[in-house]
């Protein structure tokens, strides 16, 4: 790559993670602002939204803590959570330019998040390869909004009155609800997964002896329980397939509308 | 919850999650191919995300009912595909409002 290429690259890696880093200021905005109430210092919020990057794990991981929940409890708690990831940086592997050697996967890896995930898919489709330098571009707003979100949480959370506060409390759960409904609605399997999920949940929650179990385990039971399930009544078919691509299709339709030359 | 509890229970959660990104980058190159650990993996995210939402969302607010309000704005809303930071500050507004309503009446 020539020099011009490379700098080309890089800002559009940059600018693809522009909105990926705007959306996730307001997620761990919320994050910082539970942490703190929940008793936290503001520091140690931060460290964790810089070093984790993740939003479902990190907001459990919170529970644990208040919980003063074990190291083990911890560990399973993100392991099944963020499970998910493994299989995206399996996908990534396959999309790789051959410049890629492992200090370059180990750097990449950090940013492997659903949003960079499904834009540098985008990016990758047609067979195309990703390269190191788009990937570096496309991985410094969402670590800067990530965090950026997180400092502003935390130490606004002191200065914001009860009200607002209390509104902004429903914001990540909002955001939960608009991943999962849409292909709830689409497709009766993960409807399905969804409601066990829930079922479990609340009997959980709110049987007597049961409701001692921490939130941490009751989530790894629930996830597991609830994806075997699902994993074996309806096993992956072409119509997950498919929901796939149409997603890959919707992004990459996005990004073409934005250079005026979208015919989809 | 000493400094030291804090940095360790970020290095567990920072650690098991890199791990879980990096692994499968450096080691594996094959797809996976078992149709069950493939499913499994596809409703991961759905399951845990459910289970994380209901009911700890009743309690999220001062009241059930704003939290009731503010899910219901959500749910329809991401019913017809609205993204992500649309649903989140509707369902905020939606609270911010019924709690208002809720002194006011």
């Not at chain 2, 959660?13 to 990096?22: E, N, P, S, W």
């Not at chain 2, 991401?78 to 002194?103: S, Y």
Request: proline content about 4%.
């Amino acid at each position: 790559m020539t020099p011009e290429e490379k700098r080309s690259a890089f800002r559009t890696g940059f600018f693809d993670g522009l909105p990926i880093g705007l959306g996730y200021i307001s997620v761990s905005f919320t994050f910082g602002m539970m942490a703190v109430e929940k008793g936290m210092p503001a520091w140690a919020a931060i460290l964790i939204s810089f070093t984790n990057l993740t939003s479902a794990g990190q907001f459990a991981g919170l529970d644990v803590i208040a919980a003063s929940g074990s190291m083990i409890e911890m560990a399973l708690v993100q392991l099944v959570i963020n499970l998910r990831y493994a299989l995206m940086s399996l996908s990534w592997s396959q999309r790789l330019h051959p410049e890629f050697n492992w200090v370059k996967r180990m750097i990449i890896a950090f940013a492997d998040t659903d949003e960079v995930f499904a834009v540098s898919s985008a990016r990758a489709a047609g067979g195309k390869k990703l390269r190191f330098i788009y990937m570096i571009g496309l991985m410094i707003m969402p670590i800067v909004g990530w965090t950026g979100g997180t400092v502003i949480g935390a130490l606004a959370s002191a200065i914001l009155p009860d009200v607002v506060r209390s509104a902004l409390g429903l914001a990540i759960y909002g955001m939960f609800i608009a991943i999962i409904v849409p292909p709830a609605r689409d497709h009766r399997s993960v409807a399905v997964v969804v409601l066990a999920a829930v079922a479990v949940s609340c009997l959980f929650h709110f049987t007597p002896i049961l409701n001692r179990l921490s939130s941490g385990f009751v989530i790894i039971i629930c996830g597991v329980g609830a994806s075997a399930l699902g994993a074996w009544l309806f096993p992956l078919t072409e119509e997950a397939a498919d929901t796939e691509i149409e997603l890959n299709d919707e992004i990459k339709c996005a990004e073409e509308k934005k250079g005026d030359r979208c015919d989809c | 919850m000493t400094a030291e509890h804090l940095l360790i229970y970020t290095a567990v959660m920072a650690g098991v999650t890199y791990l879980i990104r990096v692994l499968p980058l450096v080691l594996f190159r094959n797809e996976i191919k078992s149709p069950f650990v493939k499913s499994f993996l596809y409703y991961i995210p759905y399951a845990v995300l459910g289970a994380m939402t209901i009911p700890a969302v009743f309690t999220a607010t001062h009241s059930i009912i704003s939290a009731c309000v503010g899910l219901a704005v959500a749910v329809i809303m991401a019913w017809h595909r609205k993204g992500l930071l649309p649903v989140a500050v509707a369902a905020c507004v939606a609270v911010f409002v019924t709690e208002w309503l809720m002194r006011v009446i």
